[in-house]
Structures are given as C-alpha cells and as structure tokens.
C-alpha cells in the first residue's frame, strides 16, 4: 500500500538510478502521463508492467479507482514523461488523496531540469524562486511586471513554440538581467545561451529551435554587485 514518486531521465536514459529501476519492476502498475513516453522508457530497460495515464484532463476521475487499487495492498509508481513528477507536472491531486487515505508516499528522487540548470548557471542558488511556465494568456504581463521585482534567482519552464516570445518579453520587462537559456539538458543536442535576453535573442538560430527549454534569470542587481 505505497505510492512511489519516480524520478525517471530528462533525455539521457544513463541518467536512471538504481533504485528507480528496482522500483518500476517491483510495483504492480506505473502512473504515467503519456503511455507511449513511458513505454519507450520501460522497454529499453527491459520492464513490463501496467501502464495507466494520469495527466491534467483526467487526473480527478482516475483518482478514486487508483486509492481502491492501493488500498487493496497494492503498490503503484508515479512518473512523468521526463524527470521528477509533480514539478510542473500532474500528480498533486492524487498525492494528496494518498495522504488522507493514510496510503504511504515514497519519494524516489533523482533528475531534474530544474535543479540542472541551476547547478550549471553560475548564479546564486542559495534562496530562488522557481516559476516553472508562464500563464499563457490571462495574467502573463502581471506576473512578468512581478518577476521584474523579484531579488531571487528565478527559473522558468518554456517550449519551443513559446521561448522566442518569451526571450523579446524578458528584454521588455527584465532587459538588464543576465539570463542562462538550456535546451536539451543530458541530450544529444543540448545548448546554453548566456547573456541579457537581447545578446541572446540576436544569436539565436533562425530556424524554429527544437526542445525543450529552462531559463534561468540572475537576481535583480546581480551583475553589478559582482563586478564591483
């Protein structure tokens, strides 16, 4: 009667640990966002188990037949298509379900996009604050006018049909701040932009760049308290 939270590989499978392997071919059925994602990931290791979707959409209605399978004394894993799950992915709901039917949660730690990027920025991480993706539509420019405030390091989420959009909004409302652009972390084509967010805007590719991105955006005065 345990719900697991796997860390599963942001790109390079290498990066699986032990104990998450173990784990994936100990429960008796696998959480997952994308059934084909996860399917990749188990078949390359060499696992079989139940896949089940859990994502955004049907999170909610799933949630009641999941408790009753664990509370039968069965164990289930939870992973998202890359990464640690629950970090700007579903599972919050479910997690919390867990904790008031007294079902164990078992953490499973290992890669993060997040905690990558900020380890390879060069900027403070002592005290940040993680945004993950900007409202799309409702509410972007308030919280962009906000994060221009802010006296954190801050890291955000963003794909590939958004990070240009996103890099002229920084250098609207945050053009001094020396930003870390990471595409592809732990992949094959994997890259890093350093600069303010218009140096970086003017050597970015003309084409669309494919990936997925984290940026990750100096404290306010940043810059200045270092070179002084």
Known sequence: MKLYIVSTPIGNLKDITLRALEVLKEVDFILCEDTRVSANLLNHFGIKKELIS??????????QSIITRLNSNQAAALISD????????????????????????????????????????GLPTDSFVF???????????????????????????????????????????????????????????EETWRGNAKDILSDFPDKVVKGEFVIVIAPKNWKSKNLN
């Open 54 to 63: 859990l994502n955004a959409v049907n999170e909610t209605k799933k949630i």
């Open 82 to 121: 890359a990464g640690t799950p629950l970090i700007s992915d579903p599972g919050v709901r479910l997690v919390s379900a867990c904790i008031e039917n007294d079902i164990e949660i078992v953490p499973i730690p290992g890669p993060s996009a997040l905690l990558a990027a900020l380890s390879m920025s």
């Open 131 to 189: 945004e993950g993706f900007l409202p799309q539509k409702k509410g972007r420019q308030t919280k962009l006018k906000q994060l221009a405030l802010e006296e954190r390091t801050i890291v955000l989420y963003e794909s590939m049909y958004r990070i240009e959009k996103l890099l002229n909004e920084l250098n609207e409302f945050l053009p001094e701040r020396f930003l870390v652009v990471c595409r592809e972390i732990t992949k094959k084509f």
